[in-house]
């Protein structure tokens, strides 16, 4: 059996540099026409400038001929201003800006301390380029339990937000809970969606523990209750055009994630489809699967769908235990584990 869709987009996605970003694109560039890239690399692509060289170097670690084209992001902080929201949509490149509260998750020590206390002149100019915001909603209060910062962001944060600047376009990003599929369900279409990651759609919290700690399940937001996962699937096989794909693709070194202070991140770029199409299978949703991987992306970034096309074969295959490089090891997320779906070459 096989299954031919439009080629999909990466919504969100982590490419890091150096070392990492050489190792880690081309399996994005294999499958992905086009990736949103988060900005939080050590410093931080804070603007215009920084993301036009950042693109260069993400287009010089690509295989020759690839058509991969990467979609630059802000990091926003407490001093971004207005001028360079201007400069960003001018610039041709950059299609959002990302919202990191201070600490929330990794390479987040620069975000943002006081949204609406030193942004707000920030969001308008957003809104008048029409400029999406990229939100990490999730609140970094020591005193709310971990499992609740996404419900507590969405009361404290996104609802006050849009009744302020209903005109702003805003994606929450790798939503973890039921809480957040009713915001977004809740809201205008058109202006709020939702990207989802495999692992908050195949995995629970009991996934982090069973057998043992299990470090390359973990991420940030970090996995939630099963019946936040059901929620989350059903939201996503509905057909509904709020969600889309954003794989949350984020590598580290084995020994970085294996270590006493492990990093949060699951890195899936290479099976990525595979893991979207066990879904759903699993739902009997097969026939909306390309719209949730190739059309509400691009409809809700105002960019044209891809014309190119991926197949699909249903063809039991193995996910290698460990991508192996110069540097050191990256562990994929189902690691050794087999598939049903795997993405054929033309």
């Avoid at 610039?91 to 707000?120: H, I, M, R």
């Avoid at 193995?318 to 033309?346: C, H, N, Y």
Wanted: glycine residues 6%; hydrophobic residues 40%.
């Amino acid at each position: 059996m096989e299954l031919t869709i439009t080629q999909p987009d990466d919504w969100h996605l982590h490419l890091r540099d150096s070392d990492l970003l050489h190792a880690v694109a081309p399996h994005s560039a294999s499958t992905f026409r086009r990736a949103i890239v988060m900005p939080n690399l050590k410093p931080p692509i804070t603007t215009t400038a920084a993301a036009i060289a950042y693109r260069e170097s993400i287009l010089k670690a690509l295989p020759s001929g690839s058509s991969f084209d990467p979609l630059m992001t802000l990091y926003l902080t407490d001093t971004t201003s207005p001028s360079e929201i201007k400069l960003a949509r001018q610039s041709g490149v950059v299609y959002g800006v990302k919202l990191y509260p201070a600490g929330a998750t990794t390479n987040s020590q620069d975000g943002v301390t006081d949204l609406f206390g030193k942004c707000l002149s920030v969001l308008e100019e957003m809104v008048r380029q029409n400029m999406p915001l990229l939100v990490h909603g999730e609140v970094t209060d020591p005193d709310v339990d971990i499992f609740d910062r996404e419900k507590v962001f969405i009361e404290t944060v996104l609802e006050p937000l849009i009744q302020q600047l209903p005109q702003l376009k805003i994606v929450m990003e790798h939503i973890t809970t039921m809480d957040a599929v009713k915001f977004v369900e809740s809201c205008k279409e058109g202006f709020v969606a939702a990207t989802v990651t495999p692992q908050h759609l195949l995995l629970n919290r009991n996934s982090l523990f069973q057998g043992g700690l299990q470090p390359h399940n973990y991420c940030l937001p970090v996995l939630k209750r099963e019946m936040h996962r059901e929620a989350i699937v059903q939201a996503v096989t509905s057909g509904s055009k709020k969600f889309f794909l954003g794989t949350d693709s984020a590598p580290h070194e084995r020994r970085r994630k294996e270590s006493s202070n492990g990093c949060a991140g699951i890195y899936s770029s290479p099976i990525a489809l595979s893991l979207y199409a066990k879904v759903f299978e699993e739902e009997g949703a097969l026939d909306k699967l390309e719209a949730f991987t190739s059309f509400n992306g691009p409809d809700f970034y105002g960019v044209p769908r891809n014309s190119s096309k991926v197949t699909l074969k249903r063809d039991p295959w193995k996910v290698p235990e460990l991508f192996s490089f110069s540097f050191g090891e990256i562990v994929p997320l189902f690691a050794g584990r087999t598939l049903q779906w795997q993405v054929v070459s033309d």
